[in-house]
């Protein structure tokens, strides 16, 4: 298959539209929010950087790297990745987009890291779990720095089985209907974790699930206090397969007498930055986007789980959405659309309170 030219947001790239076997190096359009998103984050966190200098390591076409070059106004930029093919067209889109000052290695990531380098920017977005790199990543960051982290193994950090899960993340997952929020809720206390180990205070920044993956952007602080404070968010979620009670914390039992299970440990604060979202909703023209960021803003402050209206109100007809969440405020409860499921609520109720909520929901309010 010929490559072909791909135009995405202020880059162009010639690469393979589609992954073929044997061939390293291909463009992959799902991913395109991905990299619009995370180009506008490190947009709103570059003033906090000393020397911007980016490391895209699994670079492949370079898209993403090309990007942050060109969008978020850093540089210059490191492309790595362990195929040559790779390199070796990373360096023609480089030149395609008019890149100058640009370094391109062929190297294994970890054996990279150990090369004493620093960078300010680290992206690590590698096929499948990013968990093997993540700890010699973080060692690439200076003072402060910003670590990127895609994972696209949600089987794994979603719970079809545990064992992987724990292997790989050290975590406990779980199977049910806010899955999605839990695996990016792990993987960020994973990272979290593995900076702590290294007296590293990581953070995240902006984080998001979408289709097959998990995103989350750290701030990273060198430093013990850092370190210690950024643990104060890791915790449990219990959860009860029984009648879908959840709580924060290890739990023996449910309200409902069942035993509870256990999900973790994970990151329990917020996952996004206000200031960092506002930032990004003011310099974006696009209204897709625009709108990606209202539901991420409004998630905000809000527990660690979300409830799915159709499991919630199962044996009846769910009403509006907007007007469960009309009875919840009322009701002196928080209540939020989110980015993880078009039929789900954030909400500090119970779930006994927000079946309440449902029910009176079907109701005009008076």
């Known amino acids: 298959m010929k490559l072909q030219k791909m135009r995405e947001g202020k880059a162009a790239v010639w690469a393979h539209p589609e992954e073929i076997p044997g061939e390293a190096v291909f463009y992959n359009p799902r991913m395109q929010q991905n990299r619009s998103l995370s ?15 980016v490391l895209d390591g699994f670079c492949a076409s370079g898209i993403r790297g ?6 978020a106004g850093l540089g210059p930029v ?10 070796a067209q990373c360096k023609k889109n480089v030149r395609l987009n008019k890149l100058t000052s640009s370094e391109f290695v ?33 060692r690439l960051l200076p003072k402060h720095g910003c670590l990127s982290v895609t994972a696209t193994d949600l089987a794994t950090l979603c719970g079809s089985k545990n064992g992987p899960a724990k292997r790989r993340y050290d975590a406990a997952p779980l199977y049910v209907e806010y899955a999605h929020e839990l695996a990016l809720r792990i993987l960020a206390g994973f990272v979290v974790r593995q900076g702590a180990m290294q007296d590293i205070g990581a953070r995240p920044a902006f984080s998001f699930y979408q289709d097959h993956y998990a995103k989350s952007l750290f701030w990273v602080q060198r430093g013990a206090q850092a370190a210690d404070a950024a643990l104060q968010q890791i915790g449990f979620v219990s959860h009860c397969m029984h009648c879908g009670h959840r709580a924060l914390g290890q739990l023996a039992a449910c309200v409902c007498g069942k035993n509870l299970k256990w999900v973790g440990p994970l990151w329990l604060g917020d996952v996004n930055d206000s200031a960092v979202l506002a930032h990004m909703k003011t310099s974006t023209k696009d209204g897709k986007l625009a709108a990606v960021l209202d539901v991420l803003s409004g998630e905000s402050g809000l527990p660690p789980y979300f409830f799915d209206l159709h499991h919630a109100g199962r044996g009846s007809a769910s009403p509006k959405m907007d007007a469960v969440m009309a009875r919840l405020e009322k009701g002196g409860f928080k209540a939020a659309r989110t980015h993880y499921s078009p039929t789900a609520i954030k909400t500090d109720a119970t779930l006994a309170q927000l079946k309440k909520a449902i029910v009176a929901a079907r109701k005009p309010i008076r």
């Open 39 to 53: 180009a506008l984050a490190l947009q709103a966190l570059a003033p906090g950087l000393k020397k911007k200098m």
């Open 66 to 71: 090309i990007r942050y070059a060109l969008e």
């Open 78 to 87: 490191t492309f790595l990745d362990a195929s040559a093919d790779a390199v």
């Open 106 to 138: 062929c190297e294994d990531f970890n054996r990279f890291a150990t090369s004493g380098r620093c960078f300010d920017v680290v992206e690590l977005d590698p096929f499948g779990t990013p968990a093997p790199f993540v700890a010699n990543a973080l």
